[in-house]
């Protein structure tokens, strides 16, 4: 795990601008249905962590990021921004 985020930083980082979704940048793009299916799973004590796999995997062309709910320590689910 990278860094700490919470639901609004999360959303500000990842608005996507495209004709078509409409004249308003939206949260995750094409993805904001499994966006808010994420956050839908969210409890109290919950947190949102960005994550990135390690930097040979970027160089294999494997790389990912995004970010993960994540529940006592465990992850529940994620979603991913990012693939090389």
Known sequence: M???ATVEEAERKNLVMDERLGPDPVPFGFQNDRWLELKSQMESGD???EFSS??????HLAGRAGLSL???GKIVDSIVTTMS
């Open 2 to 4: 990278k860094k700490r």
């Open 47 to 49: 947190e949102i962590w």
């Open 54 to 59: 390690p930097e040979a995997t970027w160089e």
């Open 70 to 72: 994540v529940r006592k």
